[in-house]
C-alpha cells in the first residue's frame, strides 16, 4: 500500500477565482447544515402528553391522554388472555405517560393492568391487560375549555349494563318494593296511595308492590291488604284505604362527573363532586319512604353524555327525572336557587337561556365519541315531548321550588324555562334544580356545608313527596 503522503509544512494557496469558489461551496455547505439542524428536529419533534386521568366505573372505563397535538393510535383485541393493544404514533415514552401504570386501581372493572413501552421509534405501545372481555371505543378530542387535545379510550363491556339489574344486584330493586336483604322495621311514612286502571295489572316480574321499607323518623302505619301470590302467579297490587298503589321510580341525576367538572368554586370546589353528594343524600331520604325507590345516573365521578342520562331513566320506566347542579355566573354577586323545565318555544329569561347553553355543552367538555352517534336523536326527543310532560313537570317543579325556598334565597320565584338536553325526555317528567351558585362565595360554603346539603335534600323530598300525593301517576305495565 502507498505511503500517504504528508502534508505540506504550509498550506498552498489557490488562485483566486478558485479560492472563491470554494469559499462559496463552503459557506453553502455550513448554511444547509444549519438549516438542516433548525428544520429535522422541529418536524420530527415528538408529541407532549401533559396529563393522564382514569375514570373506572361499572358503566365503563375511561383513560384520558391529554397532550399538546393530535394523535393518532391504532387498536386491536388480543384474546387467552384479554388484552386491548394500542398504538401511538409520533410519541416517544416519557415520565408523564409512565404515571398511567400506577393509576390504574385493583378495583376497575375492566382493566387489571396496564403496560407501557416504546415499541420502535415514535411509537409507543399501551397493553391494557382486561378482567373480561370489552368494546373498546378509541377516539380523539379537539381543544375545548381548559382542555388541549384528548385522545380518549372507552372501555365498554360487551353486554351493557342494564340499571334495573344493577339496582337488583346493590338491593335497590325488588319485585316486592323493598331493598333486598333489608330488615323490616315497625314504623314507617305511609304510602301515597296511586290509583290503578281496571285490567291494568302488570305484567310478571314488573315491580309493583309497596311492602314495609325502613325509616328513622315514626308515623302511623299504613295498613296494607296483600295476599300471597299463587305459584306462577303475577304479584298482587297492595292496597290502602281501598286505593291500589304501586312503586314510584325516582331517576336522581347528578350533573357533569369524570372528565366534566362542571363550574368551579373560588375555593377549588368542583360542582360534579357537590352535587354527586346531594344526590346520594336524596337518593337515602327518598328510600325512607315506602312505595318510593331512586335510580341514580351515575352513583361515581365518571361521565355520562347527556342523551344517557335520560336513556337510562327511561329504561328503569321513571316517574320522575330530577337533575341535581349548582349554578355558576360571571358575577360573583349572583346567588339564589332556581328549578327549570323544558321549553319548546324559547328560554323564560336570558338568564336561563345562557344557563341551558352552558349546561348542553357537557358533551363537548365530558368528551362524548361522535363516531356511531345518530346526530338526530337530540332532536327526535325534543319533538316528541309532549306539552303533558311539560305540564307535569311544572307542577312538579313548582311544589320543590316552594319547599326550597324555606331554606335558601330564591333566584326566581317562579319555575324558568330553557332547552335543556337533559330534561327531554318524552315521557318523563323532568325537572333540573340549581341548588345554589357555587360561583358565589357565601353559596359556595353552604354548598359544602353538610347540614346545609341536608336542608336541601330534605326540601326536594317534599317537593316531590306533595307532588305526587296530588298527581299519583298511572300503573305502567311495561319496562322499557
Given at each position: 500500500m502507498p505511503a500517504t503522503p504528508p502534508l505540506p509544512a504550509h498550506p498552498v494557496s489557490a488562485p483566486p477565482d478558485t479560492r472563491r469558489g470554494k469559499n462559496r461551496r463552503t459557506f453553502l455547505q455550513a448554511g444547509g447544515t444549519l438549516l438542516l439542524s433548525v428544520v429535522v428536529p422541529l418536524s420530527a419533534r415528538a408529541a407532549q402528553i401533559l396529563a393522564v386521568r382514569v375514570w373506572p366505573a361499572d358503566d365503563y372505563t375511561r383513560v384520558t391522554l391529554e397532550n399538546d397535538t393530535d394523535l393518532k393510535a391504532t387498536h386491536f383485541i388480543v384474546k387467552d388472555p384479554a388484552r386491548l393493544v394500542v398504538d401511538i404514533e409520533g410519541l416517544e415514552l416519557d415520565a408523564t405517560l409512565k404515571t398511567l401504570v400506577a393509576k390504574i386501581q385493583s378495583n376497575d372493572p375492566y382493566i387489571k393492568q396496564v403496560r407501557v413501552g416504546q415499541n420502535r421509534p415514535g411509537v409507543v405501545r399501551l397493553v391494557f391487560d382486561l378482567k373480561s372481555e370489552i368494546r373498546p371505543q378509541v377516539f380523539t378530542l379537539a381543544p375545548v375549555a381548559e382542555y388541549k387535545h384528548r385522545l380518549i379510550f372507552d372501555l365498554y363491556p360487551v353486554h351493557e349494563v342494564d340499571p334495573i339489574a344493577a339496582m337488583i344486584e346493590k338491593g335497590e330493586w325488588s319485585s316486592d318494593g323493598k331493598p333486598v336483604g333489608q330488615p323490616p322495621v315497625a314504623e314507617q311514612h305511609p304510602a301515597i296511595p296511586l290509583p290503578l286502571p281496571d285490567n291494568k295489572i302488570?305484567?310478571?316480574?314488573?315491580?309493583?308492590?309497596?311492602?314495609?321499607?325502613?325509616?328513622?323518623?315514626?308515623?302511623?302505619?299504613?295498613?296494607?291488604?296483600?295476599?300471597?301470590?299463587?305459584?306462577?302467579?303475577?304479584?298482587?297490587?297492595?292496597?290502602?284505604?281501598?286505593?291500589?298503589?304501586?312503586?314510584?321510580?325516582?331517576?336522581?341525576?347528578?350533573?357533569?362527573?369524570?372528565e366534566d367538572p362542571g363550574a368551579i368554586g373560588a375555593k377549588g370546589s368542583r360542582e360534579k363532586d357537590i352535587v354527586l353528594a346531594i344526590a346520594k343524600r336524596l337518593k337515602e331520604k327518598i328510600e325512607q319512604h315506602p312505595n318510593m325507590r331512586v335510580m341514580l345516573t351515575r352513583d361515581g365521578d365518571f361521565f355520562v353524555p347527556l342523551p344517557v342520562r335520560?336513556?337510562?331513566?327511561?329504561?328503569?320506566?321513571?316517574?320522575?327525572?330530577?337533575?341535581?347542579?349548582?349554578?355558576?355566573?360571571?358575577?360573583?354577586?349572583?346567588?339564589?336557587?332556581?328549578?327549570?323545565?323544558?321549553?319548546?318555544?324559547?328560554?323564560?329569561?336570558?338568564?336561563?337561556?345562557?344557563l341551558a347553553n352552558k349546561e348542553n355543552q357537557?358533551?363537548?367538555?365530558?368528551?362524548?365519541?361522535?363516531?356511531?352517534?345518530?346526530?338526530?336523536?337530540?332532536?327526535?326527543?325534543?319533538?316528541?315531548?309532549?306539552?303533558?310532560?311539560?305540564?307535569?313537570?311544572?307542577?312538579?317543579?313548582?311544589?320543590?321550588?316552594?319547599?326550597?325556598?324555606?331554606?335558601?334565597?330564591?333566584?326566581?320565584g317562579a319555575v324558568e324555562r330553557a332547552g335543556f338536553a337533559v330534561l327531554k325526555a318524552p315521557d318523563i317528567p323532568s325537572i333540573l334544580i340549581e341548588t345554589a351558585f357555587i360561583s358565589n362565595p357565601d353559596e359556595e360554603a353552604r354548598l359544602l356545608d353538610n347540614g346545609y346539603q341536608?336542608?336541601?335534600?330534605?326540601?326536594?323530598?317534599?317537593?316531590?313527596?306533595?307532588?305526587?300525593?296530588?298527581?299519583?301517576?298511572?300503573?305502567?305495565?311495561?319496562?322499557?
Open positions: 302488570p305484567a310478571p316480574g314488573v315491580p309493583s308492590q309497596a311492602l314495609p321499607r325502613p325509616d328513622i323518623a315514626a308515623a302511623t302505619k299504613p295498613e296494607l291488604k296483600t295476599e300471597p301470590p299463587k305459584p306462577e302467579a303475577r304479584p298482587t297490587i297492595p292496597q290502602k284505604d281501598g286505593k291500589l298503589v304501586r312503586m314510584l321510580t325516582v331517576a336522581l341525576d347528578p350533573g357533569h362527573g369524570g335520560v336513556e337510562k331513566a327511561r329504561k328503569v320506566d321513571a316517574d320522575l327525572f330530577v337533575s341535581i347542579h349548582a349554578d355558576a355566573f360571571v358575577s360573583p354577586s349572583a346567588r339564589g336557587s332556581s328549578v327549570f323545565v323544558l321549553s319548546e318555544k324559547g328560554a323564560s329569561s336570558g338568564a336561563a337561556r345562557w357537557a358533551d363537548l367538555i365530558g368528551g362524548v365519541n361522535t363516531k356511531g352517534h345518530d346526530p338526530q336523536l337530540a332532536s327526535v326527543l325534543f319533538d316528541l315531548s309532549t306539552t303533558a310532560q311539560i305540564n307535569d313537570s311544572l307542577k312538579v317543579g313548582k311544589a320543590v321550588l316552594q319547599q326550597i325556598g324555606g331554606i335558601n334565597r330564591l333566584h326566581n341536608d336542608q336541601i335534600a330534605d326540601a326536594i323530598v317534599k317537593g316531590i313527596r306533595s307532588y305526587f300525593a296530588k298527581n299519583p301517576p298511572l300503573a305502567k305495565n311495561r319496562l322499557t
